[in-house]
């Protein structure tokens, strides 16, 4: 199973947002690279870089940051926040991303997002189905949608979508624990390969994960909280 750790940029800033609301924002660190220098030093194969300014804003802002992290790593990163164009995307992959995370632009304009797919293939297009209450949120999560997260998933999943991103918001940045229920069922979705997001607080709650099924987990606040620690997750890899 991937382990995959989540770095959030806001402000140019490691931070770590509870349910995505902007204003419970912490500050782990002023400076993102030396983070990311101290996840690739353990091992860690995959980082997942958060554009928060540019979900937000809706375009794209922290690019500058994927190009200075991928310069100085051999990590494999998921890109995700704000891509709302064509041209955006090309320009992540062209700054050293492995692969892009897209939600809001999936629900908001479906022939742009599988002409990407078809584009640039199925592992390097991942469909970003975040939600709360099992409906699918867009826009940094600042907007609900009448979307039922199955049904989005198995409906993209019809269309070629096989990677898929999923956090439960209600649960996200608690360290309550994954949303089981919820991953049982869109893994039952046939041919999805499912990365869970958020609440991990203990190595118990990965390994649960990946006895579902589960291809990855994003590990985030659990790690600049104190919780676990990198060479841990780094012995897991």
């Known amino acids: ?18 349910r995505g609301d902007y204003s419970t924002r912490k ?22 870089l958060v554009d928060l300014d540019g979900a937000r804003a809706g375009h794209l802002v922290n690019g500058k940051i994927l190009e200075d992290i991928s310069g100085s790593s051999r990590m494999k990163i ?10 955006e995307v090309k320009r992540i992959f062209e700054s050293g991303a492995f692969s892009v995370t897209i939600g809001s632009m999936a629900v908001r304009d479906p022939d742009l997002f599988l002409s990407l797919l078809s584009e640039w293939s199925t592992d390097k297009i991942i469909l970003g189905a975040d939600c709360n209450n099992r409906k699918i949120m867009t826009e940094g999560w600042l907007k609900d949608s009448d979307s039922d997260v199955l049904e989005f998933i198995r409906d993209y999943s ?6 898929v991103t999923c956090t439960d918001i209600e649960r996200d940045g608690t360290m309550k624990g994954p949303a089981i229920g919820l991953y049982r069922d869109i893994l039952e979705i ?14 118990g709650q990965i390994k649960k994960l ?20 990198l060479k841990d997750l780094g012995r897991l890899c």
Do not use: N
């Open 158 to 163: 019809s269309k070629g979508v096989r990677f």
């Open 210 to 229: 990946s006895d579902i099924g589960c291809e990855g987990v994003i590990i985030g606040k659990a790690l600049y909280e104190g919780k676990l620690e």
């Open 190 to 203: 046939d041919k999805v390969k499912l990365i869970a997001g958020g609440c991990i607080a203990a190595v």
């Open 27 to 48: 500050i782990y660190s002023e400076d993102p690279l030396e983070i990311a220098k101290r996840i690739d030093g353990e091992g860690i194969s995959y980082l997942h």
């Open 1 to 18: 199973m991937r382990i995959i750790v989540a770095l959030d940029i806001l402000g140019g800033k490691c931070v770590r947002l509870t």
């Open 78 to 87: 998921d890109f995700s926040g704000g891509l709302r164009t064509r041209d």
